[in-house]
């Protein structure tokens, strides 16, 4: 049986189906949040005073201003990357440079390795590569990921790949 979906598809002459990762298929929010989580216990800020429910929500606050900059050009990726720590450490107390990069480095280093995605995300896959075996137009579906820190594939840890062999 041919879905609507499917028909859908061929009327438009789709022939080519490209997903961006984040907030699509990979929960962005979700794991960068345990990224956080686990760059607090790393870093133990415990010790310097802050709480990690805290540290989160001020540094989201921070981090979405600062993407805002970034957008519009006024700061570089750099910049983002150590401001929105030293900002966030900044709301309490913690003056420290090093402590901020540092940070901003392990943060782009571990949050493409977190693998949660969004519920139905391996379904949705499914459902569409089921679909190209049915199109004679040999139609494709591709998961791209490019952020502001590198090509797609630093975005796909080697578990989160091995999630989704057979669609990349």
């Known amino acids: 049986m041919i879905s609507l979906f499917y028909l859908i598809l061929t009327l438009m002459n789709i022939t080519d189906i490209f997903f961006d990762l984040d907030r699509t298929l990979w929960d962005f929010d979700l794991n960068a949040e345990n990224t956080l989580i686990e760059l607090c216990q790393i870093n133990d800020l415990k010790n310097l005073g802050i709480d990690t429910k805290d540290f989160i929500y001020l540094y989201t606050n921070h981090n979405e201003k600062l993407w805002s900059k970034y957008r519009k050009n006024l700061i570089t990726k750099e910049m983002l990357r150590s401001e929105r720590f030293k900002l966030t450490l900044a709301e309490f107390n913690v003056d ?60 796909i840890s080697l578990s989160t790949q091995e999630i989704f062999k057979g669609y990349l």
């Open 96 to 155: 420290d440079s090093n402590l901020a990069v540092k940070l901003g480095n392990e943060y782009v280093q571990k949050c493409p390795l977190q693998t949660k995605l969004f519920p139905h995300a391996i379904e949705i896959l499914n459902y569409l590569k089921a679909l190209v075996c049915w199109n004679w137009l040999s139609q494709e579906f591709v998961i791209i990921g490019i952020g502001y820190h590198g090509n797609w594939l630093s975005r």
